[in-house]
Every structure is written in C-alpha cells, then in structure tokens.
C-alpha cells in the first residue's frame, strides 16, 4: 500500500486550508500566492481522497483515536466526497480569479483600498475552506455548530470586504441571521444529546425515535438551516449580500456557502431523523422550494442590476434543491430524486460561480452593473459572454449541460411517481430562468454605434470565468462517473439496483 | 410537584431563549439585537449544563461542559464582530440601526 | 464622529409584536413541553468519560474533554478566534484615542498593583486547568481582563503598535496546535492521538500557546479595529466615499 493510498487525506483537507490561512496573514505580499497554492493544493488532497473512496467505500475516522460516543469522527462517502470535490475545483478556479482581480492593475484609483481587500480576502477565503472541507467530513453534530460558524464568520467578513455601506448593511443582516440559525441550530444539537447521550450522526440514527424531543430538534435545525441557506421566505438576506460583495466572493457564496446549509440539512433528513419526518414535513419544504423558485425568478426578471439578478437566480435555484423532499418520500424513485438533486447542486455551483465571474467582468469593464447599460459589450468581452451564456443554459437546464441532467432526473423521479404538480413546477422554472438569462444576453449582443468607454478586463479572469462554464456544460457528459461515486454511502436505497449499503438503517 | 434542580435550570434556559428571540425581532437597535443573541446563547448554554447535572455521583457530565466552553468562545467572536460591523453600519449610515429596504431594483 | 441619532425603541404594541410575542410564547411552550419529557437522571457519558481518564494525560474531565477527547473541536475554535479578528480588521479601522486627557491618578495605580497579580492568576489557572477547574480559555480570559485594564489606562498602546508581534501572537495558539496535530499524525497515530506518557505534556503545551493567543484576541476584539500601520490606511474613508453600485 503505497503513501498516496494510506495517507489520512480528510484531515489534510482541513488542516491545509488553516496552515494557508495562517501564512496570508502573515506574510501579506506573498498572499495571492500562497492562496492559489493552498487551492491547488486542497484540490490534489481530495483528489486523492475520492481514489481512497472509490477504491474502498466510505471512509469513517475517528479522531484522536477515541470513537464515539466520546470522541468526532470524520465520515467520507460519496456524498461528501462530491461535495468537497465541488469546493476543490470551484476553488481553485476562484483563486485563480481573484488573484488578478484584487492586483494593483485593477485597482483603478483606490490602490489602498484595493492593497486592503487583498490583504484580507486570501485569509478569509482560506478560513472559509477549512470551514467547507471540515463540515462536509464531520459526522459530529456539534463539530457541524462549530464549522458552520466558522463558514459563517468568514463569508460575512468578506462579503463585507468591497466596503461601501450598501456592502457593509448586507453583511451585518447576514450575521444577525447567520447567529439566529447556529443558535437554534445548537439547541437542536443540545436536546438530541440531553436525549440521547451522543452527537453522532451515525449513533443517532440508530437511536433518534419520533418524539417531542426529536420534533423540537427537527424543527430548530430545520429552521436554523433554511435561514443559513436562504430559503424561500428566509431568503431576504441573500440578494443584497451576494451582489455587493466583490465578484469572486459573490461566486463563493453562491456557489458553495448555501450548499453546506443544504447538505447539513440532507444528512439530517435521510439519516439521523429519517424514522421521524413525515410526509407533510417533507412536502412543506417542497412548497417553499416552490415558492423560491417562482419568487426568485420573478425577482430575477424584475430587478435594474446585473449581480443581483444573478443573485436572486440563485434564491431560485435553491428552491429546485428543497423538491428533493417530497419527492423522496415515494421509495421507488427516492435514489433518482437523491441523485438529481445532488448533481444539480454541482451543476448550478459551477455554473452559478461561472456566472458571477462572468458578471464581475462586465462590471469590470463597464464600470457599472446596469443591465440596460450593457450593450454592445459582447465586442470587448467575447469570452465573459459566452461563459455568461453558457452558464445560463446550465441554469436552464438545456442539453448537454450538468443541468439538463439534473432536472431531466428530477423530472423523471416526479412524473413516474406521479407527482404532476412538481414537474410543471421545474419546467415552470426553467422557462423562467431562460427568461431572465435572455434578459442579459438581449442587451450584450445589442449592436451599438458609438463604442463605450471600457476598462482593460485580464486575460486570466475570462477565462476563469470561461473554464467553470464549460465545466458546467461538461457535467452534462460526464455523470456516469460522479453518479457512480454517490452511490457509496447514499442513504437512499436505489429501488433498480441493489446499493452499497452503509449498515443499519 | 416536584421540580428537580436541572429540570427548572434546563426550563430556564428554554426561557431565555424564548426571550432572546422575542427581543431579537422585536427591536431595532442594532446593539440589542446583538445583546438578544447572546441572551439566546445564554439560554443554550444554562440548558446544556443542566442536562449535565443529571447525572448522578459528585461528577457532571464534562461533555456538555466542554460544549458550553467551546460555544462560549464562539460567541465572544461573533459578538466581537458583530459590534465591529454595527460601528461601521452607524459610521456610514448615521443610524445604529439596519435600513428597512430590500434587495433594491 | 458625531453623535448618532437617537433611534425610538420604546414597547409599542403594535400588531406585529404581538404576533411575535405569540409565536415565540408558543416556540417556548413547545419547547417546554420537550423538556419536561426528558429523563431526570441521565448519566450521559461521564462513565465513560471517567473511564477513559487515566489515558488522557489529565485528571480534570472537562479538561480532557475539551483538549483530548474533542481536541477537534477546540482546534477549530481557536481558528474561530482568529477569525474573529480577521473578521475585525478587515472591516474596522482601531479608532485613535480622542482624547489626550491621562487616565484617573486611581486606575493607573490600581493597574500597576493589580496587573502582575492578573498575570499570576492567569498562569496559575492555566497550570490548574489539569487537575481542577481552569485551564487555557479560562486562563486567556483574565489575561485579556488585564489587557483591556491596562488599555483603559492609557498603557499598553505602544505594545499592541508592534502589529508583526501581534499577528505572531494571534496565530501561536493555532500554529501550536496544528503543529501537535501534524506530529501525532506523522508518528502514525489517528489526528490528535496523543501518544498516552505525553499526553499531559502535549496538552500543556498547546494550552500555554492557546493562552497567549486568546488573550491577545480578546483585547483585539475590545480595541475593535485593525491597527493604524502604514499598510493599513484607507479603506474606512474610501468605504465612506463610495456609494451605490460597485461591484
């Protein structure tokens, strides 16, 4: 067994990013270096922590030895694995980014302003690391408090970071909200422990039965979560948040902070309280990813801005996430729905992220995010545009793209389980997001006469911006071996085909 | 009745909570949101330790002890950082207290 | 910096409130209701706990609760901690005392006697945390207690000037740790398995770097802003001029 395959890689994932985030701050010059390093990195890390997966099943480490109930233990199966892959390859690419986002050339006449956002984005964004990487391994409830503060004290740092006051009120809404979610997030860990004596998700599993207790802690997580995640009508926080943070921490947030809330909530309702949630729960949630999903897209096509149209997408997008609970509820096309719902988050992460580069490079150049001003600038920005546009068709969900998967398993798990209404819903929606993507590209591929005014946007940020759409298209041709990895460890039995079961359920 | 000591603590700490939240919500001065959350986070914390007095013998449970610690620490940081944004919320809007818009058109 | 404007909070009851006062009054109930199901005597895991004592390298519980058996957890709070002041820095800018008035004859004296008693104190819990209550976060706490004393009177700013010391000792606590971690890993150990004839040593160690750590993070939390070097100016002023849509 050589070094690559016996080497403990979840833990690096976590220890890396802390190690970088130390190092930017204290060695500010060599930053922009030192995060891209740790990206790249992190990147190899999971890579080959997905070999160890695919290789031997899910993984579960207990650290310090110690074993539950007493001590954390770290799981890794496929879920996680994709999750963390997710972060790696979104990472690296938004390193990338901003690393000639936040350089002197375009800083234009704020150099100090400029030197301080790139001062403090590179640790920040490496603690923000840590925190994804540690909560999707942790398969500790507590340990899951403790990395969603810490994933939520440096999001609403930097989503502060860009510091003019429409920034810097987003930001302190963001954190009001974030601490409402953690504390009843953490009393719904304390009555599970007062209940049951252990934090485990695994222990609890086994153990959590349908209860006062078990329905309060439910209910306070459930909440806790859809508030940290941006659910339809906790979703207020979102918009602002997200489209007045500088580009590449826009895309970080869309693309992968919401997605811990989300997976947090999965493992919650397919494991620990999977003998307690009911069908009218689980349809509840649907609704709301309903309501989400009309709400945002209406938003999308009513607002003047191109990054908050880009954000409330994503309040939209997060809306197809919550169908995966009413439609789970029917056995036969649960492992479909489960596996729709996972690829979609993967596809909208590195379509959405794509976007918000893309859009941060028009204001880049622009000077301005006014969607009406716009025009013509598909002659100066070819690239961020087709990125733009390609994303928009992930977002659609039109062939061949990551999204077109997705949906197209959504939709099968509705409509052969004969739940009509959500599959109208997500056709619905996507007739929507067309919408409002076309809305953007209708003005850059305007013809103008008169050539605006427009500042030099870097070489490397298009293509940043280019390489995650193509990736999102790509994800549209490449399922079979992601979907094969999700098998391991899923909690959600495939009706068709006899699973790698975990143990007990 | 009979009220048990961690009963009426852990009772009290739902308390707490319960006023916290109201508190949270009800005002909108930023400063007493912040100190809401951390009534809240009292109320967590008083009810963790009392689940851990229940346990019989002259030890309580240490693990709900070291949950309260490390969630203290935690909301030291966040109270931390939330003061440090509400200053700058008042700095540059005049008010210690949040706009009531939304996202903005 | 002027003077805020007032803002009206007095007790209306406005139909809202009400509303809100309902729903939380019916959170409380149900979640009172949970409670009272609980068992009244519930050993939780201090059997174990206490079982597992003697390997820990410590004979206080919670201790070897916080920095054995869930060594993880503090590991990621003391990167919380730090974060905290990054967090800090990066939005606020520490405020120069505006006044040049010297400190009450009373507070300075009463900092020149109490500070070295603080240090003591701070010490001695750190050492105690093994066997009684204490320990680093306790430790830090009173230190940083002193700090902030020390500050109020009018010392100590020279000192918290030093910005490239104070970033060292901000990460010492973290860098320690993450440096034991590592080493438990590469003698083949589980992450954070101390090794058991070391483990009290191990454990010390990281307390005594986590004790500076904390305590320097606290006062930076109570000065509430980064450190006016040459590198640092700039961005409140600048985030003051500039309105409406940048990206």
């Not at chain 1, 919408?435 to 590209?441: E, I, P, T």
């Not at chain 3, 597992?52 to 957890?73: E, F």
């Not at chain 3, 058991?196 to 109570?222: D, K, M, N, R």
């Amino acid at each position: 067994m050589t070094f690559l395959e016996t080497a403990p890689w979840m833990t690096w994932t976590v220890l890396l990013p802390l190690c970088a985030g130390i190092c930017t701050f204290l060695f500010r010059r060599a930053a922009p270096w030192l995060g891209v390093a740790a990206a790249l990195g992190n990147a190899l890390a999971v890579a080959a922590l997905t070999a160890q997966v695919l290789r031997g099943g899910s993984l579960r480490y207990p650290v310090g030895g110690w074993g539950v109930p007493l001590g954390i233990d770290l799981r890794a199966d496929g879920l996680s694995t994709l999750m963390l892959a997710m972060s790696a390859v979104i990472g690296v690419a938004v390193s990338v980014y901003a690393a000639r986002y936040f350089s002197d050339e375009g800083a234009g006449d704020d150099l100090e302003g400029q030197r301080h956002k790139r001062a403090y984005f590179w640790p920040l964004w490496m603690f923000l690391l840590a925190g994804l990487n540690g909560l999707f391994l942790s398969a500790d409830i507590f340990h899951l408090y403790v990395t969603l503060e810490l994933l939520g004290f440096s999001a609403v740092s930097l989503a502060a970071l860009a510091g003019q006051r429409a920034a810097l009120i987003a930001a302190m809404r963001y954190l009001l909200v974030s601490l409402l979610g953690s504390l009843c997030f953490l009393f719904g860990v304390a009555l599970l422990y007062a209940a049951y004596a252990t934090v485990d998700v695994t222990a609890l599993a086994g153990l959590a039965k349908a209860g006062p207790i078990t329905w309060s802690a439910l209910g306070l997580m459930t909440g806790g979560l859809l508030m940290k995640g941006a659910v339809f009508p906790l979703h207020f926080w979102l918009p602002p948040a997200h489209a007045n943070a500088p580009a590449p921490v826009s895309a970080l947030l869309s693309a992968l902070v919401v997605k811990a809330s989300f997976y947090i909530l999965l493992r919650l309702w397919f494991e620990l309280f999977r003998s307690v949630v009911t069908l009218p729960a689980a349809n509840f949630l649907g609704l709301l990813g309903a309501a989400a999903i009309l709400w945002g897209s209406f938003q999308a096509l009513r607002v003047r801005r191109l990054k908050l149209l880009v954000a409330y997408s994503t309040v939209a997008q997060l809306g197809y996430l919550c169908l995966l609970f009413p439609l789970a509820q029917n056995a036969g096309v649960a492992f479909t729905a489960w596996s729709g719902c996972i690829y979609f988050m993967l596809a909208h992460a590195c379509a959405k992220a794509a976007m918000f580069l893309a859009a941060g490079n028009m204001a880049h150049a622009a000077g301005h995010d006014r969607i009406a001003g716009l025009d013509g600038i598909t002659h100066a920005l070819p690239l961020s545009v087709a990125a733009f546009m390609l994303a928009g068709i992930s977002l659609i969900g039109l062939p061949p793209s990551g999204g077109f998967i997705a949906k197209w398993m959504l939709l099968k798990a509705a409509i052969a389980s004969g739940q009509w209404g959500w599959a109208l819903l997500m056709l619905a929606g996507s007739l929507l997001a067309a919408g409002y993507v076309m809305r953007v590209l209708r003005h850059a591929f305007t013809q103008v006469d008169t050539a605006l005014p427009l500042h030099r946007v870097p070489r490397t940020m298009e293509w940043t911006a280019a390489g995650l759409a193509v990736l999102a298209v790509l994800l549209g041709l490449i399922a079979a071996r992601p979907l094969a990895l999700l098998r391991i460890g899923a909690p959600v039995a495939d009706a068709a085909v006899a699973t790698d079961a975990e143990g007990p359920r | 009745m009979n009220l048990e000591p961690a009963l009426f603590y852990a009772l009290a700490g739902v308390g707490l909570f319960a006023i916290g939240l109201h508190a949270l919500f009800a005002y909108a001065h930023l400063l007493r949101k912040i100190l809401a959350l951390n009534v809240m986070g009292g109320g967590v914390f008083l009810f963790l330790i009392a689940i851990a007095s229940r346990a019989a013998g002259p030890v309580p449970d240490p693990v709900p002890h070291a949950m309260v610690l490390t969630g203290i620490v935690v909301s030291v940081c966040a109270t931390g950082l939330a003061l440090a944004l509400a200053n700058r919320v008042q700095a540059t809007t005049g008010k210690m207290q949040l706009p009531d818009e939304g996202g903005g058109a | 910096m002027s003077a805020p404007e007032p803002i009206a909070d007095h007790a209306r009851f406005t139909p809202a409130r009400l509303v809100t006062l309902l729903l939380v009054v019916a959170l409380a109930a149900a979640l009172g209701w949970a409670v009272w199901s609980l068992p009244a005597d519930s050993p939780g895991l201090t059997g174990q706990s206490l079982a597992q004592l003697p390997g820990s390298g410590v004979t206080n519980p919670v201790t070897a609760a916080v920095l054995n058996y869930r060594g993880y957890d503090t590991l990621l709070e003391i990167a919380v901690l730090l974060l905290a002041v990054l967090g800090v820095w990066s939005v606020a800018k520490a405020e120069p005392r505006a006044d040049d008035a010297p400190a009450s004859p009373v507070l300075t004296a009463f900092v020149r006697l109490a500070l070295p008693v603080i240090i003591l104190v701070a010490g001695y819990l750190l050492w105690i945390g093994s066997f009684a209550p204490g320990g680093a976060f306790q430790a830090g706490a009173v230190l940083a207690g002193g700090g902030v004393v020390l500050l109020l009177s009018g010392g100590g700013r020279a000192a918290l000037a030093q910005e490239g010391w104070l970033r060292i000792g901000l990460v010492l606590g973290l860098a320690v740790f993450i440096a034991v971690a590592a080493g438990t890993m590469s003698v083949g150990g589980k992450l954070l398995e101390y090794p058991p004839q070391h483990a009290g040593t191990l454990i010390l160690l990281i307390e005594s770097a986590a004790l500076i750590s904390i305590a320097l993070t606290l006062v930076a939390l109570f000065v509430g802003g980064r450190p006016p070097g040459r590198s640092n100016r700039g961005l409140s002023e600048a985030g003051e001029r500039k309105d409406g849509d940048e990206s």
